[in-house]
């Protein structure tokens, strides 16, 4: 009689316990904003914690500013009014307490650094509007495209848009900036290589824009190629804009944004294929000079001292001594 109670007292103990997460899990569901204090900025971060039919917790984190959306939350926890969330892929953490239905009070730990992040229940999540960005019906035609750089065997592929009825038309192809960019150069949800391509090719200049190496449909790796490497990319896409019947081959040009501004040039000087050139905030400077002054107001920003950035300076300068004498 004994052991039956026991196991009746026990059953009864797990049914509460596990009735009172579950209450816990549900308390905590929705919508979660709070901006972050940055050196010289504020970031919002956004959770959206949904209850699984199972009764676990699951959860996504959108970072608007950043053009981040719905990156998976690898790990979402509730234990009495402390909740944790774990985003694997960024490395980051969130620890946090309910302080009531309304309000989550904890701190944000991403790469060594702990930033208090207060989060508020909110109905609707932040969207950004990019009004700038092109809409359908467009009154010219678009392409999806691909072809191939022979000399370093690997498949790029991108949009060319052109004007209707199109005759022998100028083109231009669209070069990105430095780092890992899609066709649409996409940063923070701005899309300016789709603008600028819609306004061209609504003034009757047909437009190439491209995935760099190892991004949306093209292949190789950008963290293994060199401004040297782009320019053969370059070269590829003026070769098969020669085989398109609407493109005048020798009205070809290049339009270079930043990094693009240099790799530009480099192109022009291995083709005579190349018309002209539109450098957009391309470097005025040698690289080196341009990387000092990143790092100085970089770490200004920090909020590290002028000694610091001195010492930093010193630093770069020792390694890049090394790089050219290899």
Known sequence: MKNLLNLVFLFFLLHFQSAAQENSNQKCTGNWSG????????????????????????AKMDVPAQ????????????????????????????????????????????????????LKRTVKVTELKRPQTPQPPFPYIEEEV?????????????????????????????????????????IFEHKPFWVIADYLTRNGIAVLRVDDRGVGGSGGNVNDATSEDFAGDVLAGIEFLKTRKE???????????????????????????????VMLAGPGI??????????????????????????????QEAIFNIIKTE
Not at 36 to 58: D, T, V
Not at 292 to 312: D, F, P, W
Request: net charge negative; aromatic share 6%; glycine share 10%.
């Open 146 to 186: 691909s072809y191939k750089n022979t000399k370093a065997g690997i498949q790029l592929a991108g949009t060319l848009t052109f004007p209707k009825n199109a005759e022998s038309c100028p083109a231009v192809i669209l070069i990105s900036g430095s780092g890992a960019q899609d066709r649409d150069e996409t």
């Open 286 to 315: 040698p690289g080196e000079q341009i990387l000092y002054e990143q790092g100085r107001l970089i770490g200004l920003a920090s909020g590290m001292t002028e000694e610091q950035v001195e010492q930093n300076r010193k630093t």
């Open 67 to 118: 053009g981040a959306r719905d990156l998976p939350v690898s790990k979402a926890e509730v234990k009495a009014d402390s909740i944790f969330l774990h985003v694997a892929m960024i490395a980051g953490r969130f620890s946090g307490e309910m302080l009531n239905d309304t309000t989550i009070a904890g701190t944000w730990s991403q790469s060594g650094l702990n930033f208090p992040l207060t």
């Open 35 to 58: 901006e972050m204090e940055l050196p010289g900025s504020k970031l919002e971060l956004i959770f959206k914690i949904s209850l699984e039919e199972n009764g676990e917790l699951s």
């Open 247 to 277: 493109i005048n081959p020798s009205r070809i040009g290049l339009i270079g944004h930043s990094e693009g501004g240099l790799v530009a040039p480099i192109a022009a000087n291995r083709t005579n294929s190349i018309a002209f050139i």
